[in-house]
């Protein structure tokens, strides 16, 4: 760790600047070299000490984090406690970094000392901050939570004055809706791995606190981490699945509720992921809850609020008109060359990567637009604008992307997006950008109101690869251009997540989105949520609204109604609902309205207009829920007597995956880890042992400490030295993986997907034959038609092969067979159907020729 002592009586930091060690057994310096002076950045320890250590051979002061889950039909009600024990002679101020998602609504915060509870008040950030420091300075212990300047799926917990022998439990409560899969699952995350930023202390902006904290491999992650989990739905549970190893999951009350606990000794070495099977999960739904008594009359707090979810059922149909411009960024940094998964080693993000571009490329409609760029410290595009898909474009982008790697260094996806949008719109065809990254980057606020400002233009589809991605990020540049985010974790293919999204951006566009709502006289409702702009086929919608004005008898009812027009052909969902509003002491639906409201506005701490930034203040004060403007504050000033001496700085390590791992490249700063046990029982195939990339947030951390210094720097890598220019891949380079990538096209499937061309056909030649495991001449020679069109023979075999042999993976292959069965009834004629007969039979198959039907 880096102590800071306090000077007595003020609340200044003093700085110690530290060399590298290189002794063996220790921790090792990552450093910044600048105008010949060294400034420590961050810690990584290649050969930790044995037990519960900091840098300085003392105990860290974290022990245990303790997690209460409580899951009631789709929303998630959080309680984690951090459990501190100052085992040191000096007094401490202890600085903890976690993740989070950024959809969850923090909305209390507690600390326990000596028996004693202290409360924590939301205030202002610059306010909070302050009242720390004059409280810390004064010797009086002070507790401070806060979001992050610069991302919204980050938290610093500081905990200043912790007396030796003192404890202290501190309590955060927060509230999240749970996202649902496409199989009907709702995924709760509880992120482990932090994948951290490092900032260099003195040189914040604004005169905040600045944490940095050091990483260290996740088996030597020195506290415990419990969770114990109760779902209930009055739907009935069909299940409750969870990737990492749990006791016994206990259904109970006819499978109403459930209960699920981690088994001990979590490792850190993924996210804990939960996923809820409900019976039925589909069903519109109406709540309304009564507000806080005490809370003011005709605010947020005070008057009732609802909450509604949509499950639209939009016909499915096809464009009259093959449109629009499809635009694909691919993260190339180096943390790319990570496997998707430790079951698999040799399958890494980049080859999943360029998979997943050749299913799109083949899956794209005739007559549209495309370009791929990759981005990483520098970007690429592979054509100067986006050129019309034809088989000439296609094969040529083909080229390149078997080509491609993860070579270009860091996470900088601000200028592509900038070179994006700076191109004129193609007439006819509207812009559809699809982004996949593994990564964190620094400015992720300035990214999402990037998209913003685009957002009329265009829609974009976000995809996370692996745990550590920036849900921030993510997710926020999907919901500011009426887009939809995804993340790929344990043994997910991005390509089916990719092809879906493909799909839904294909869909006619749904228009003319409204609510309407009938109430009782002197009733209305007051949107909390954006305007619905956009709906897909599948997905759920949830609105937030406040209800004014009387509330009616207890038998009263009400009714609000989904109305849009697809096709010309208008649609409307009502959806019925009683007025009795029910109570609920933690307020989840207020709370969530709250932080619904709070993510329209709030673009992080520098960067959200002075209107905004008041509406946001108004709203997180009010309902308790906290925002990048806003931190909880707690001072104990009921001691005996202030805490005396120095203060020492102690900084919480968090788990990141490094490891000495000679299979992929350089042993001095590895990302990898060795591979997890084997899942027990009530484990599932659904998840495979994901794999974090550790790097992600130092690239950011990097380049946002060059930005700050305001100069050119240097990077001491445990002795290398790189120019931060280049950025951070320098743990992998193309000839330090060579050997680990293995090529996969010697899969059946992705050798048939690859030889499709751009109209939807397949020539009969040795590359089909191959990729169906026959001989061409058997192949030609059971033609039923000797005059018919090979074509048309390869591509009926083609098509009834992939519904033969990985109708499990339909998903994927599903708009391609589209251009199929399309150019078969457009170029085989009277010989369709024997074909299709000659097929099944030369196969051996047991398709329905009905898959053939137009």
């Known amino acids: 760790m880096v102590p800071c002592p306090r000077e007595s009586g003020k609340g200044t930091r003093a700085h110690i600047p530290l060399e590298p060690e290189t002794s063996k057994g220790d921790t090792q310096l990552l450093s910044l070299q600048r105008n010949a002076a060294l400034v420590p950045l961050c810690v990584t320890m290649v050969s930790p000490p044995c037990g519960l250590l900091t840098r300085q051979k003392e105990p860290v002061p974290l022990k245990s984090i303790s997690v209460t889950l409580s899951i009631r039909d789709f929303v998630a009600g959080v309680s984690a406690t951090l459990n501190y024990e100052n085992e040191q002679a000096v007094p401490l101020e202890v600085f903890f970094v976690f993740p989070m998602d950024e959809d969850s ?148 009350d006819d499978k109403t509720s459930a209960q699920i606990s981690l088994a001990d000794g979590h490792k850190f070495d993924r996210d804990v992921e939960l996923l809820v099977y409900y019976s039925e999960v589909h069903t519109p739904s109406v709540a309304v809850e009564m507000g806080e008594p005490a809370a003011k009359a005709d605010s947020l707090m005070g008057d009732p609020s609802t909450m509604v979810s949509f499950y639209p059922n939009i016909p499915e149909a096809q464009s009259p008109t093959a449109c629009g411009e499809f635009v694909f960024l691919m993260d190339r940094s180096g943390s790319m060359h990570c496997p998707m998964n430790h079951q698999d080693p040799s399958r890494l993000r980049i080859g999943a990567a360029k998979e997943t571009l050749i299913w799109l490329l083949k899956s794209l409609p005739m007559g549209c637009y495309f370009n791929i760029y990759g981005f990483g410290s520098t970007f690429e595009a592979f054509f100067p604008e986006s050129v019309k898909y034809t088989q000439e474009t296609m094969e040529e982008a083909l080229k390149r992307v078997k080509s491609m790697d993860a070579n270009l ?138 209800l004014t004005g009387t509330m009616p008898p207890a038998e009263a009812t009400g009714k609000v109604c989904l109305k849009y027009t697809l096709q010309g052909k208008q649609f409307e969902n009502p959806v019925a609902f009683s007025l009795q509003p029910k109570s609920d002491a933690n307020l989840t639906i207020h709370r969530l309205a709250a932080k619904s409201f709070i993510q329209t506005k709030d673009v992080g701490f520098h960067e959200t207009p002075a209107n905004d930034k008041k509406d946001v203040l108004k709203i997180s004060l009010e309902c308790g829920v906290i925002s990048s403007h806003t931190a909880f504050i707690a001072i104990n000033k009921d001691l005996n007597k202030p805490v005396q001496g120095p203060l020492t700085r102690s900084d919480v390590p968090s788990p990141m995956l490094f490891a000495q791992c000679a299979a992929f ?176 039979d030369f196969l051996k198959s047991s398709v329905d020729p009905a898959v053939f039907a137009p």
């Open 105 to 252: 609504a923090v909305h209390s915060f507690e600390a326990l000392v000596d028996g004693k509870k202290i409360v924590a008040e939301l205030k202002e950030k610059s306010e909070a901050r302050t009242n720390y420091e004059d409280a810390i300075s004064q010797g009086h212990q002070a507790f401070l939570l806060e979001e992050d300047d610069e991302v919204g799926d980050t938290f610093s917990c500081n905990v200043g004055n912790l007396a030796p022998g003192a404890k202290a439990a501190l309590t955060l409560k927060y509230v999240q809706e749970l996202p649902l899969e496409a199989d009907g699952a709702l995924r709760y995350v509880l992120p482990a791995i932090l994948n951290p930023r490092y900032k260099l202390s003195g040189e914040g902006v604004g005169g905040g606190l600045h944490v940095k904290t050091p990483p260290i491999p996740a088996k030597d992650v020195p506290y415990t981490l419990s969770l114990a989990a109760t779902v209930s739905s009055q739907h009935g549970i069909k299940s409750v699945q969870c990737n990492c190893p749990v006791g016994p999951i206990q259904y109970l």
């Open 665 to 840: 490249g350089s042993p001095r700063l590895m990302m990898c880890s060795a591979p997890a046990p084997p899942m027990p029982g009530n484990s599932v195939r659904r998840f495979g042992a994901s794999l974090p990339n550790p790097l992600s947030r130092l690239k950011g951390g990097l380049k946002l400490a060059k930005r700050r210094s305001g100069g050119s720097m240097k990077v001491q890598v445990l002795g290398e030295q790189i120019d931060v220019d280049r950025g951070v891949s320098m743990a992998y380079s193309s000839t330090d993986v060579t050997d680990l990538e293995t090529n996969h096209t010697d899969d059946p499937l992705v050798q048939l997907i690859s030889l499709q061309k751009a109209d939807g056909s397949w020539d009969l030649n040795e590359g089909l034959a191959t990729a169906l495991g026959m001989s061409l001449g058997d192949i030609q020679a059971a033609l039923p038609v000797k005059s018919a069109d090979s074509s048309g023979w390869a591509t009926v075999l083609a098509v009834t092969w992939l519904h033969d042999k990985h109708k499990d993976k339909k998903g994927e292959w599903e708009l391609l067979e589209r251009k199929a069965v399309a150019w078969i009834h457009s170029h085989a004629g009277s010989a369709r159907d024997g074909l299709v007969k000659a097929a099944v």
């Open 409 to 546: 260094g860091g996470t900088e996806i601000l200028a592509p997006l900038k070179a994006i949008y700076s191109k004129a719109p193609i007439p006819g065809h509207p812009l559809q950008l699809f982004v996949f990254t593994d990564g964190e980057v620094n400015d992720t606020f300035s990214v999402v109101g990037e998209v913003k400002r685009n957002g009329q233009r265009h829609r974009c589809f976000s995809f996370g690869i692996g745990e550590g991605a920036s849900t921030s990020l993510i997710k926020g540049i999907a919901r500011a251009s009426g887009g939809a985010a995804e993340f790929i974790t344990g043994n997910e293919r991005m390509q089916s997540k990719a092809l879906r999204a493909l799909k839904r951006s294909l869909q006619p566009v749904v228009e003319d989105i409204s609510l309407s709502w009938d109430l009782p006289a002197g009733l209305s409702a007051k949107l909390l949520s954006p305007e619905p702009t956009v709906i897909f086929q599948g997905q759920r919608l949830i609105v937030y609204a406040q």
